[in-house]
T-cell receptor
Framework: NAGVTQTPKFQVLKTGQSMTLQCAQDMNHEYMSWYRQDPGMGLRLIHYSVGAGITDQGEVPNGYNVSRSTTEDFPLRLLSAAPSQTSVYFC?????????????FGPGTRLTVT | SQQGEEDPQALSIQEGENATMNCSYKTSINNLQWYRQNSGRGLVHLILIRSNEREKHSGRLRVTLDTSKKSSSLLITASRAADTASYFCATDTSGGSNYKLTFGKGTLLTVNP
């Protein structure tokens, strides 16, 4: 199993540009989520999904869109990038049926918006 | 402040010593989880303790949970240089169809050889 994969690893955007961060998992996990990690702020939840076709907002959803058309994929879209979105983005997945919600994280995408 | 907060923010010890990190939270939880993050990498799940458990062990890790004080501690015994990483607690406050796992800001542990 590859686990949770994220692409790209690094990205530089100009203000106003759009892009999609890709996330895929091959563990058949129902739950997938996106976090951003900023210095001194820990991890903050952006959006999450409990299954295909179901998404919900987390703590900091503004400026980001998500969709979940398949169990495996959970892309994060930045429609109009802003410097405040400079961060490291992590995708994670977990099984819901286990009731422990142990999360498996991807390696992260380091995004810089200039 | 956040639901889960680790203390101290940074800890530096010598190899072979024990390292203790604490986590405090505000609301009732279903479980509390500890994760490790090596520099530049994703988080890795270490151990989970449920709200009805008081202590749990996994190898050199010992986790305690005091729900009356809303606090948890992570003890790493006989630390190694490879234990150098950031450690995060995460509190599960899910209910019904609303899933919520909230991470603290982390403790940076440095183990000096």
């Amino acid at each position: 199993n590859a686990g949770v994969t994220q692409t790209p690893k690094f990205q530089v955007l100009k203000t106003g540009q759009s892009m999609t961060l890709q996330c895929a998992q091959d563990m058949n996990h129902e739950y997938m989520s996106w976090y951003r990690q900023d210095p001194g702020m820990g991890l903050r939840l952006i959006h999450y999904s409990v299954g295909a076709g179901i998404t919900d907002q987390g703590e900091v959803p503004n400026g980001y869109n998500v969709s979940r058309s398949t169990t495996e994929d959970f892309p994060l879209r930045l429609l109009s990038a802003a410097p405040s979105q400079t961060s490291v983005y992590f995708c994670a997945s977990s099984r819901l049926a286990s009731s422990s919600y142990e999360q498996y994280f991807g390696p992260g995408t380091r995004l810089t918006v200039t | 402040s956040q639901q889960g907060e680790e203390d101290p923010q940074a800890l530096s010890i010598q190899e072979g010593e024990n390292a203790t990190m604490n986590c405090s939270y505000k609301t009732s939880i279903n479980n509390l989880q500890w994760y490790r993050q090596n520099s530049g990498r994703g988080l890795v799940h270490l151990i989970l303790i449920r709200s009805n458990e008081r202590e749990k062990h996994s190898g050199r890790l010992r986790v305690t949970l005091d729900t009356s004080k809303k606090s948890s501690s992570l003890l790493i015994t006989a630390s190694r240089a490879a234990d150098t990483a950031s450690y995060f607690c995460a509190t599960d406050t899910s209910g019904g169809s609303n899933y919520k796992l909230t991470f603290g800001k982390g403790t940076l542990l440095t183990v000096n050889p």
